[in-house]
């Protein structure tokens, strides 16, 4: 019964910002692992980060040090601040609270 809407999603210039969020509505977030996956053209969907219901963030390696994930669990809210953007950063961002998906936003790295 859970519907995810994405925002935050844009053309930016390497080394520039952007914070993606994504909210829900059916039911809360206090019990479901959240995270984020990205799909480039013609490439797998990819992880990209997650929180566990105890907070612990995980990310991958090509974004450790640049991209922060946090939740919002009254505003049923999740979020991933993306700084220092590089072009290869470029895909389709998707959000995902337990097994469901959101339909994605695009982000655009331009050199």
């Known amino acids: 019964q859970v519907q995810l809407v994405e925002s935050g999603g844009g053309l930016v210039q390497a080394g520039g910002s952007l914070r993606l969020s994504c909210a829900a509505s059916g039911r809360t977030f206090s019990s479901s692992a959240l995270g984020w996956f990205r799909q480039a053209p013609g490439k797998e969907r990819a992880f990209v980060a997650s929180?566990?219901?105890?907070?612990?963030?995980y990310y991958t390696d090509s974004v450790k040090g640049r991209f922060t994930i946090s939740r919002d669990n009254a505003k049923n809210t999740v979020a991933l601040q993306m700084n220092s953007l590089k072009p290869e950063d470029t895909a389709v961002y998707y959000c995902?609270?337990?097994?469901?998906w959101g339909q994605g936003t695009q982000v655009t790295v331009s050199s």
């Open positions: 929180i566990s219901i105890t907070s612990s963030t």
């Open positions: 995902y609270v337990g097994e469901y």
